[in-house]
C-alpha cells in the first residue's frame, strides 16, 4: 500500500477474519458486568501432563547434553520410540529413519506441510468443517483450498468424489482428520481405503490428522490411516502428544508414513527451525513408552463429562449425538437460530460460552462446538445453568 513504510503479503489479507470477535465482545462486556461466565469454548486440555512424564522432563533439562541444540529431525531415541508405539498401539510398522519426523506440535507440521507441496495457484482439498489450519496454510502460501463436503447424513465423512476435475488437476493434497475435530465424528476402515485410492489416482498427498487417536468413548478406539494396504505410497500421518498426554504446552508431536512426503517436510523444516528442545522429546518418550493407563483414566474423565453435556443439551430441546470420540460435542442449533445467534443465546441467557459451528467452514453454520475440557465442578455449573433455559424447541 502507498505511502505506508511497511508493506506486508498480499497472502495474509486473504486469512479468513476471527470469527467469533463480537461473541468476545459480548463475553467481555458480561466479565466486566462482574458475570460469571463458564468457557465451554477452548480444547485444550484442564488436567495436568501425568506426573511420570513431568518427572521425566525434570531430570532431562538438567542433562548439559541436552542443552545444544536438537537434531533437526528428532533425536534417533525419539523416533524411535515414535515408531515403537505405532508398531504397540496399531502394529504398523514405519523406519525410524526415513518414515517419522519429529514435530514441534502437528499444528506446525501440518502448516509447514504447505511449504512442502504446494505452490501459488495449486489447491488443497480440506474437509468443509475441521480445522482451520488445513486452509490457512494454504493461503500463507497464495494457493487455494476447495472446501470437500461434509453431511450430517453420510457421518460427516468429507465428500471427495464430488471435487470438480479442474480442481483435482492442479490440488496436491487432500487432508483428512478422523476422530474429527469438531464434528466428533470416527472414519471407517473402508472409507480410508477408498480415500487412499481416490489420491493413488488423482497424485494426491493424503494428510491424515490424527490428533485424536487416544480419546475414544465406549470402547472405541481410532485407527491409523497406515494400518490400511497401499497407505505407504501417499499419506503422511500426524500424531500429537498434546491432547493424548494433556501436553499442549509442551509442543511436541511427529509425522508418520511416506518416505518422499517426510524428507520433503523434513527439508522445509530444516530451512526453518531447528528442532524441538531434546529434553522436551526424552520426557515425550517416556509418555510413549511408559504406563498408558493415564490415557484409560483420562477417557473416563471426558466420557463421564460428555455424558452430562448431552443430557444438559437434550432436556432444552437440543439435538446431538454421543462422540465416539475426541474431547468435543457437536450439536445442531434449534430452529430458528445460526450458529452465532445460539452462541449468543447461550452466552446471554446461560451465561455459558460454546463455540458456533460457522468458525470451523463452509458446512459447520448450523451447528455449536462444545469442549469437554473444562474443570468438573464448572461443567457441572454450566449444566446446571443450560438446563434453567427453558425447552427452546
Ligand atoms: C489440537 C489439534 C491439533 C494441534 O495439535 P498440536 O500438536 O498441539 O499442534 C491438530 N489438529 C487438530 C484437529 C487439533 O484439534
Known sequence: MKGTYVRTAECLDHLAPYLFAQIDKKRDALVEQGVDVISLGIGDPDLPTPDHIVDAMVDAVRKPENHRYPDYEGSLAYRTACADWMRCRFGVEVDPKTEVLA?????????????????????????????????GGATLMSAQTYFMPMREGDGFLADFDSVPEDVLAKAKIMFLGYPNNPTGAVATGEYFDRAIAFCLEHDLLLAHDNAYSEIGFDGYRA???????????????????????????????????NAKAIAALGTVKNNLDSGQFTAIQDAAIVALTGSQQCIDDMCAIYERRRDLIVDALRAIGVECEKPRATIYVWAKVPHGYTSESFATELLERAHVIVTPGSGYGPDGEGY????????????????????GIADLS
Open 368 to 387: 455449536i462446538r462444545i469442549s469437554l475440557t473444562t474443570p468438573d465442578e464448572r461443567l457441572l455449573e454450566a449444566v446446571r445453568r443450560i438446563k
Open 223 to 257: 485407527p491409523s490411516i497406515l494400518e490400511r494396504p497401499r497407505a505407504r505410497e501417499c499419506c503422511i500421518e500426524f500424531f500429537s502428544l498434546s491432547k493424548a498426554y494433556n501436553m499442549t504446552g509442551w509442543r511436541i508431536a511427529f509425522a508418520a508414513g
Open 103 to 135: 514435530l514441534i506440535g502437528s499444528k506446525e507440521g501440518i502448516a509447514h506441510l504447505h511449504t512442502a507441496f504446494v505452490d501459488p495457484g495449486d489447491y488443497v482439498l480440506a474437509p468443509s468443517i475441521g480445522y482451520p489450519v488445513y486452509s
